[in-house]
């Protein structure tokens, strides 16, 4: 599962800057377990080295993918909620940008088929704002400014440092 491997790398990426140091190299922060099979979580002693890499190895990814399935059982609710959010502000900003290059053709008619589809969704938000935001030179500006808000709030929820995106990331 892509989140899975995601949640994954993070945290073997986490472990890596836990461990490094620019001056020294690798200095764990951690003490390190003495042998290789120190974290077999109960299994018996291997007796040849590749055993041991091998078991070595497994419990270690056991441990990653167990401690990154905890992750995304807690928060099973912000990859859904981050996906409606992002249709939802992608298509209003679609459509008040549709708007706005419709104000540029002042003979459409609106309510003909394939622009009825972008008054319907638009056209409530438009009529509660036009007395409150001015024309500017005689040019209704309430599109730009929804289009502005939808992209504020895009960014602010689901962008690079969007509050939904750290939370997805780091459980923040």
């Not at 690798?26 to 003495?34: D, E, N, V, Y």
């Not at 928060?75 to 502000?89: G, K, R």
């Amino acid at each position: 599962h892509p989140r899975d491997q995601m949640n994954v790398l993070s945290l073997i990426s986490l472990a890596l800057a836990l461990c490094w140091s620019p001056t020294t190299g690798f200095s764990p922060a951690l003490p390190l377990p003495r042998s290789p099979c120190s974290l077999t979580f109960g299994r018996p002693t291997p007796t040849s080295s590749i055993e041991r890499h091998m078991i070595d190895a497994s419990s270690m990814v056991e441990a990653i993918v167990s401690s990154s399935m905890q992750l995304a059982e807690t928060e099973a609710w912000v990859q859904p909620a981050a996906t409606a959010l992002d249709v939802f502000l992608n298509f209003m900003s679609l459509a008040m940008l549709s708007r706005v290059v419709l104000s540029w053709y002042p003979t459409a008619n609106l309510k003909e088929a394939p622009w009825i589809f972008l008054v319907i969704p638009t056209e409530p938000l438009l009529r509660a704002v036009k007395g409150v935001i001015p024309p500017a030179f005689g040019v209704d500006i309430t599109p730009v400014a929804w289009l502005g808000l939808f992209t504020f709030v895009h960014e602010i929820l689901l962008g690079q440092q969007g509050l939904f995106t750290m939370k997805m990331k780091y459980g923040i």
